[in-house]
Structures are given as C-alpha cells and as structure tokens.
C-alpha cells in the first residue's frame, strides 16, 4: 500500500534559523513526489514536483530533495511569511488515474 | 495562470437544503478532482474526472453528486448533507490525470446546521 509519512508534526523556528522537513514513502513505483504549501483555510499551493532520485529543486528560500525513499524540504534562514503547513504528496495509480496520496503534513511556525 | 477558481467561498446549507460547488479553470487542464479537507488533515479525494468522464469515486455517500459539463467546469451537488459533512471542499486540476501536478482552487468552507 502507498503510504507517507512526514516528520516532524509541528515545527517552531525563530526567523533565520534554517531547517529541514521530511517526508518518507512506500510506493510502488515512484512517478512524482510533490511538494505543496498551505496556509489557514486556504487551497495548497503547489511548490516542487521531484521525479528521480538525486533530483533537487530551489524556489526563494526552499529547496526540496529526493533520494529513493525520503524527500527533504530544507528551509534556510526562514522569514514568518514561511509559517504555514507543508504536505508531501506521491502519485499512486488507480483504475488508470492519477491520484495523489498526502502526508499529514507539517505545520510550521517561524516566529520574528 | 495556474488559477483554479471556486464559488461560493462559504455556504451554510441545513440538512435538507440542495445546493451546489462551482470549480472552474481554463488553463486547458483535462483532469479535475474533488478533495474534502477536515482541520489539521490532508485533502482526501473525492473524485476525479479525466476528459469529463468521472474515473474515480473514493466510495462517496451519493448525497454528494459530481458534475462535469465540459472540460473547463466541475460541479458537486450536495443533497440531505450530514453535519459531519462540514469541511473545506478543494476543487483541483492538472493537465492529464498523469504524471502532472495538481493546481487546487482556494476551496469552499461548507458549514452543515
């Protein structure tokens, strides 16, 4: 069974300090892992998809890496806007659709 | 524009109201998906349309029923909803069902007295 699991629960941070977020999975045959942004009461936004093992992708102050059975959101010198939770997502298929298995997310709080 | 656009923002609906969520997106995207998001959880799929034929149904109480009248809007028709049925309703799409990320819309807060 295709399964995520993200770590830590919550994080507290003070602004600057850097860190990292972890996401491991068990899926049978790895087609993306994805990355998304959410804030309270919002949609997720999507931030990185990561295909292959080895493969890295940087936006502003995120960067997201892959090996083959975890994936890593490293956030360097995080402002307060960063606070929000982040969920890891793997595409799993079903009766030939996509379809995406979430984390339980991590929540983040960078305080100033 | 990777914009997903969803109607109402709330709705507040009694159990034997009938009312209706509106996704939209014209980005050319072919798969559409409904996710239903309690508090402090990850977005659970509902359905999802492929070329708006629906593909999957995650065993959805049939007082939920989707919508797809054309490649660009999604419809979810609620009907005798229960309160536990109160959450947000994400509304998501991508340009194939896949390999391809999905964009979400900015959800729906349903309220059900």
């Known amino acids: 069974e295709d399964q995520v699991t993200q770590s830590p629960e919550a994080l507290r941070l003070q602004e600057g300090e850097s860190s990292s977020l972890n996401c491991s999975y068990t899926v049978s045959g790895l087609r993306g892992l994805f990355w998304y942004r959410q804030d309270p009461g919002k949609g997720p936004e999507f931030l990185f998809t990561?295909?292959?093992a080895g493969e890295e992708k940087e936006k502003e102050r995120l960067k997201a890496t892959l090996t083959k059975k975890e994936s890593f959101l490293h956030i360097t010198a995080p402002k307060p806007e960063d606070s929000a939770t982040y969920l890891c997502a793997v595409q799993a298929f079903e009766r030939g659709a996509q379809k995406l298995v979430f984390g339980q997310g991590t929540r983040l709080t960078i305080n100033p | 524009d990777t914009e997903v656009t969803q109607t109402p923002k709330h709705l507040v609906m009694g159990m034997t109201n009938k009312k209706s969520l509106k996704c939209e997106q014209h980005?050319?995207?072919?798969?559409m998906y409904w996710y239903k998001q309690k508090a402090k959880k990850p977005p659970e799929l509902m359905f999802v349309y492929s070329y708006e034929k629906l593909s999957i149904n995650e065993s959805v109480p049939s007082r939920f029923s989707p919508e797809c009248p054309n490649s660009s809007l999604l419809n979810l028709h609620l009907h005798a909803l229960q309160p536990e049925d109160s959450a947000l309703y994400l509304c998501?799409?991508?340009?194939?069902?896949?390999?391809?990320?999905?964009?979400f819309g900015p959800g729906t807060r349903l309220t059900v007295t």
């Open positions: 990561l295909y292959s």
């Open positions: 980005m050319g995207h072919r798969a």
């Open positions: 998501a799409s991508s340009l194939r069902d896949r390999d391809y990320e999905q964009y």
